[in-house]
């Protein structure tokens, strides 16, 4: 008998453990696609592309990191964060097919609700650019870029690196009398909070499909108005007499993230 | 008498059960190795300032006897086909794990086309191994010089039978792994011992390390020459006009590492297309075109110690590198020439920057008896 009542009573206890779980709040998946572009078509490296200049400009490496990749809340609807850090390389669009196929991002258990948008620091937020790299797993992209991105002398991520060919002389061949360039923006100071707004309806169990597009063009072109790539001081952003020109690199990405 | 045909019949039924049932041959029923303790001891590497992460696979703890193993491996020419060539042949410690030679010969002299490379920090490598990046880890590349024809030139089924049967080795195999029967003896671990000493070969202790990442406050650690080379090499100028660039940080930053492990066509080699590479690097194994021509930016650590230079040893001194630099090189259109450019140099920015690669030479790490020859 007393090991009966034991048995009740054990099992009491460990259906009432069980009540005492918190409801499983709803969530979604949201993949994240960014797909690389130039004035609207489809990034491809090393083809020569226009220029507003009229002459031809070819990018061979296109690549950024994006941190604080969030979701905007609405109404009862908290803001989420998607991702404290990713970093994106367009380093495979070296043809049409491959351009055309997006860089892809998933996130699970993204909790349902409508939000107002989305929000991207571009370039490495101060306190993740100010970490120490000896600490981040292999798998984490500051880790993965450590090498290729972190600056020493700046103490910094490098932002982002754009580099390329400007047809300098016009004649319609790339060679070593044209204009190279290498922007490398880093430094907490080029850091871009980028807000763009949009309905995004997060239902339980379903996927949402982000689609976004980085124009590289709008890096380079403002209303209008290119940067001057056949002059000298705008070939790279290596020095802190470059900062202006890295700021409004690193600026103009407000226009060219896009949906 | 009972014991006289106790043994016979022990003799022949150990015989029969070493035949296979079907052809006859005779089957090495291996060594049993459990009377031998496994009782592995955790290494934990300490990881020096400047020096990011270092990914330990979870299927390869280090291990003291796995080190220990490992280096053993690294050292002994048993893996090669006429055990004269070792892994320490083409990576001898005195020179950063590099070998003088612009080709390291193989098993019977023969060549081939690349120079050998550091690897001297080669654990904290995440950008693929070899000048082509055609390896992601250690375990892996380490299986590779065994049955390269111009390096060992052996086969690891080879090296396998003369491991499972070597006494010694059968023992650490054991202590470092737990096998329990000398034929569990396997390229595998074989290389994951290998790539657990690689791990160990950590440097970080050269004068410019003590400076930038150490903090020494020791104002003359450096001199001024080699300071003014330190703001070339990292185009540390804070803009002033007509200052020089080196714009050698693109490729060798990375904080102590000195290499930012990218793949570029540096521009030492004259061709009129991008398919003319006598060597196509890592369009090798991408198959991209605009790879060709590319290999892996290695790390300038000791760089004063691994002469001669480049993926095929063509430059013999610092001083050919510096002027290959200076000189732009020759196009090519997946050359980044927005750092490969002229960079008018003068004599005493050369000389600058000649002075702080130097300063980036560590020779404390000789020093090290873990990582010598335990033959000697």
Redesign the interface.
């Known amino acids: 008998m007393r090991k009966l009542a034991f048995f009740l009573f054990a099992s009491l206890f460990f259906a009432a453990c069980g009540e005492d779980e918190a409801p499983k709040s709803p969530t979604a998946t949201v993949n994240l696609h960014l797909l690389g572009e130039y004035n609207g078509e489809p990034l491809v490296?090393?083809q020569p592309l226009d220029y507003p200049s009229g002459n031809k400009i070819r990018f061979?490496?296109f690549n950024f990191f994006a941190s604080k990749i969030t979701l905007l809340g609405a109404g009862s609807t908290a803001d989420y964060q998607l991702s404290s850090v990713e970093f994106f390389d367009f380093k495979d669009n070296?043809d049409l097919v491959s351009a055309e196929t997006p860089l892809e991002r998933n996130y699970e258990n993204v909790p349902v609700g409508t939000y107002n948008g989305i929000q991207i620091d571009f370039g490495v937020s101060e306190e993740l650019n100010n970490a120490q790299?000896?600490?981040?797993?292999?798998d984490n992209p500051l880790?993965?870029a450590?090498?290729?991105h972190?600056?020493?002398?700046w103490d910094s991520y490098i932002f982002m690196k754009s580099?390329?060919?400007y047809d300098k002389n016009g004649d319609g061949v790339?060679?070593?009398s044209?204009q190279?360039?290498?922007h490398?923006p880093g430094m907490d100071a080029v850091l871009t909070r980028v807000t763009k707004m949009t309905s995004i309806t997060l239902e339980e169990g379903q996927t949402f499909d982000l689609d976004l597009v980085a124009d590289v063009f709008d890096i380079y072109v403002e209303n209008g108005v290119a940067l001057d790539l056949s002059d000298p001081d705008n070939?790279?952003t290596?020095?802190?007499?470059?900062l202006p020109l890295a700021k409004s690199l690193m600026g103009h990405w407000a226009t060219a993230l896009k949906f | 008498m009972k014991k006289i045909i106790f043994c016979s019949f022990a003799i022949i039924f150990g015989l029969i059960s070493c035949k296979d049932d079907d052809d006859g041959t005779v089957v090495n029923p291996g060594e049993d190795l459990t009377a031998i303790a496994y009782d592995p001891t955790p290494h934990t590497l300490t990881i020096p300032p400047g020096l990011p992460s270092m990914e330990i696979p979870a299927d390869n703890p280090l291990t003291s006897e796995g080190i220990e193993l490992g280096r053993r491996l690294f050292y002994d020419p048993i893996l090669s086909k006429d055990s004269t060539i070792s892994c320490s042949s083409c990576h001898n410690l005195n020179f950063s794990f590099n070998d003088p030679k612009a080709i390291s010969p193989g098993v019977g002299g023969l060549l081939g086309n690349r120079s050998s490379m550091s690897l001297i920090n080669v654990g904290f490598q995440v950008n693929g191994l070899f000048w082509d990046g055609r390896s992601a880890t250690l375990e892996d590349q380490a299986l590779h010089p065994v049955e390269n024809p111009v390096e060992m030139a052996e086969i690891w089924e080879n090296v396998e039978v003369k491991l499972q049967r070597h006494a010694d080795y059968k023992k650490r195999f054991r202590q470092a792994f737990g096998i329990e029967n000398s034929l569990e003896i396997t390229k595998e671990l074989a290389a994951k011992a290998l790539a657990q000493f690689e791990r160990t070969l950590i440097s970080a202790n050269s004068r410019f390390d003590k400076k930038r990442w150490q903090q020494d406050p020791n104002p003359f650690l450096l001199s001024d020459l080699e300071v003014d080379g330190q703001k070339i090499f990292y185009d540390d100028l804070l803009g002033a006009p007509g200052a020089p660039t080196g714009h050698c940080a693109h490729c060798h930053d990375g904080g102590a590492l000195y290499t930012s492990e990218v793949y570029r066509n540096n521009a030492i080699t004259e061709v009129a297309t991008l398919n003319d590479f006598p060597d196509k690097g890592l369009g090798a194994i991408t198959g991209n075109v605009t790879d060709n021509g590319m290999f892996k930016s290695t790390s300038l650590r000791n760089i004063a110690l691994t002469a001669p230079y480049m993926h095929d040893g063509r430059f013999q001194t610092l001083e050919e590198v510096i002027e290959h630099y200076n000189s732009g090189g020759h196009y090519a259109d997946n050359v980044v020439i927005g750092s490969i450019t002229p960079l008018n140099l003068s004599d005493y920015d050369k000389q600058a920057l000649l002075a702080f690669l130097h300063t980036l030479t560590d020779t404390t790490y000789y020093e090290n008896p873990a990582f010598r020859n335990p033959f000697e």
């Open positions: 490296l090393f061979q490496n070296l790299s000896g600490n981040l797993p292999n880790r993965q450590f090498a290729s972190y600056w020493s002398d580099e390329g060919i790339f060679n070593q044209d190279g360039f290498e490398h070939q790279d290596q020095s802190l007499a470059d």
